[in-house]
C-alpha cells in the first residue's frame, strides 16, 4: 500500500468512525488483530476492544470532533498530530463531568499492513486543558 494510501485510510478511521461513534463501520479500517499501545505496554483488543474504546471515549465527550493538523507516513507508520474538542459530560477516571468543552492536542501513531490498521499508541496533552475547566485541580490550590 502506498504512502497516501496509509494516510487516507487513517484519516477516514477518524472521519467516518470515531467522530461519528458509527463503530459499525470499524471492519473496514481496523485489523482482527489490533493492539493499542499505552506506556510500552501492549494490549491486543482487536475489533471488539476498539469499538469499546471508542464508545468509551464518546459516553465522556458524546461530541467529540479529531481534526488532523499534520500527518507523516512511513512504511506501515502514520503519524498524526490531532485537535480534539468535545464536551466533557461523562464521568472519565473519577473526574466528575463538567459540562464545558474541552479542547487537547495530540499525536497519534498507527501502524498499516495489508491495509488495516494494526497498531495504534500515541499521546495526548490532557493535563492543561483539564485545569482549565476545573476538571482537576492542582495540588495546593485550595490553599490560596
Known sequence: MLLEDNKSLVRRFYEEVVNTGKVDLIENFISPEYTEVHEGK??????????????????????????????????????????????????????????????????????????RIVEHGGAANMLGPLLEIGAIKAAGADLE
Open 42 to 115: 501492549r494490549y491486543a483488543t482487536g475489533i471488539e476492544g476498539a469499538k469499546a474504546h471508542i464508545l468509551g471515549v464518546r459516553q465522556t465527550y458524546p461530541d467529540l470532533h479529531i481534526e488532523i493538523e499534520q500527518q507523516i507516513a512511513e512504511g506501515e507508520w502514520v503519524v498524526s498530530c490531532i485537535t480534539a474538542r468535545g464536551t466533557h459530560e461523562g464521568s472519565w477516571l473519577g473526574i466528575a463531568p463538567t459540562g464545558k468543552p474541552l479542547v487537547f492536542t495530540g499525536v497519534n501513531v498507527d501502524r498499516v499492513v495489508g491495509g
